[in-house]
């Protein structure tokens, strides 16, 4: 080395190709961008390079953050709202349900509810079937939307214990002989605990065969181990079951039905047997910026809704009663450097390069990201959408975004088995 010249050198820190920090070490200084401990900006603030001898010029910070929340999305959120129907019984006149037995239609009736409207089925002796998704020609995109969650109320006798279903079609109009179904579901032994005559809240992966350990969802899987065939199909028709015969030897049909809503869903749930946790994820940009501060705030509704019609943020609003905090708060924060333009001056002997940090843990993932937890019962209820509102700030402009999908509480899956 020539005397009196200092080189800057760089060392790169990579897991499986990954690379998690890189350092610029000259004269003795060094930096690490894995660390928020060694990238604070200096008191005479950080546009984007650490002082310490010739640096780039101070941005201007004038452009405000750009969000944008990849997930929860509605790409993969509903399916019924990809469609343009979300399939809540809402309609003045009862379009959700596209089929109903081919043997004998039971009469069905929209009635008003606590949360919006029902749909109630009167069932006689009938053991019932109503299709939500039929087509002979589209086939069903079951790898996008495969976590099933639905709010029923079944009027039953208190031997029914065995109180419906679901089911899908490979072929369509003939559901019959090309249907595959699920075992009953017995609503009334926990952890559900859904009394008969209430409604309750059920949840079923179908693109899995052991909802319930040590039990089989599909009819004819000879174990939970069996894999489910729901991704593999080519699904035509899709079905709810809402119940099932009786147990005593007679059988017989509860009185009657009442079904609030179905989401047929990607992966937007906080679901029980996963810690009612899920992972939000976004991206932050700033071009003129070091440091963007990203909060998470949620907004409860009754029922999903179809994209466009989400809660408004802005604000006024995110600061109201309407939008709330998590506990703790969710904040995330990111150092974002914008490299300077090939004019001006880079990197001199004695100057330390910071590479974007996040502060919050490690994730494998290209995007920003949060995990959210929706446990506290207090506060989150199984079944209520929860739409998302990102606030980020950069320490002059502020910029809110909201969810085109919400994250939907869903309980564990009920028993389905033979038994």
Excluded at 93 to 119: C, H, K, L, M, Y
Excluded at 261 to 278: P, S
Excluded at 284 to 293: E, G, K, L, R, Y
Excluded at 337 to 345: E, G, M, T, V
């Amino acid at each position: 080395m020539e005397a009196g010249v200092h080189r800057p050198r760089f060392l790169a820190f990579l897991i499986s190709g990954t690379l998690l920090a890189m350092l610029v070490v000259s004269n003795g200084l060094a930096g690490s961008s894995g660390s928020a401990d060694h990238a604070a900006p200096g008191a005479g603030g950080w546009p984007g390079f650490q002082q310490g001898g010739n640096v780039s010029p101070s941005l201007t910070n004038t452009t405000p953050p750009s969000v944008t929340i990849l997930a929860p999305s509605a790409s993969f959120g509903d399916f019924g709202a990809s469609q343009g129907n979300v399939w809540d019984m809402a309609e003045p006149e009862i379009t959700d349900i596209v089929w109903r037995q081919e043997s004998a239609s039971f009469p069905i009736e929209r009635r008003p509810a606590n949360e919006g409207t029902v749909v109630r089925g009167s069932t006689g002796s009938q053991v019932l079937g109503m299709a939500f998704y039929a087509s002979a020609t589209d086939v069903f995109p079951t790898k996008a939307y495969h976590h099933l969650t639905y709010r029923l109320k079944i009027q039953a006798r208190q031997d029914c214990w065995t109180n419906g279903r679901v089911g899908y079609a490979t072929r369509w109009p003939r559901w019959y002989g090309s249907q595959t179904s699920s075992y009953p579901f017995v609503p009334h032994i926990g952890p559900m605990d859904c009394d008969h005559g209430n409604f309750c809240i059920y949840y079923l992966d179908l693109a899995r065969n052991d909802n319930w350990p040590g039990w089989p969802t599909w009819h004819g899987a000879s174990s939970p181990s069996d894999p489910s065939s729901w991704i593999t199909d080519l699904v035509k028709g899709f079905s709810i079951v809402p119940n099932e015969w009786c147990g005593d030897p007679q059988g017989g049909a509860p009185e009657y039905f009442e079904l609030d809503f179905v989401y047929l869903t990607g992966d937007i749930l906080a679901r029980e047997e996963d810690d009612y946790k899920y992972l939000v994820e976004f991206d932050v940009s700033d071009p003129d910026s070091a440091v963007v501060t990203s909060t998470i705030r949620h907004q409860e509704v009754a029922e999903l809704r179809l994209a466009g019609d989400e809660p408004e943020c802005d604000g006024d609003r995110f600061n109201g009663s309407m939008w709330k905090d998590f506990d703790p708060v969710a904040q995330h924060v990111k150092y974002l450097l914008p490299l300077p333009s090939p004019q001006r001056p880079v990197i001199t002997d004695t100057s330390t390069l910071f590479l974007p940090v996040v502060l919050n843990g490690y994730h494998a993932s290209e995007h920003d990201w949060y995990e959210l937890n929706f446990s506290d019962d207090s506060s989150f209820t199984d079944g209520k959408s929860y739409y998302l509102c990102i606030r980020s700030d950069d320490g002059v402009n502020v910029t809110y975004e909201v969810g085109d999908a919400p994250v939907i509480r869903a309980p564990r899956s009920p028993l389905f088995g033979p038994d």
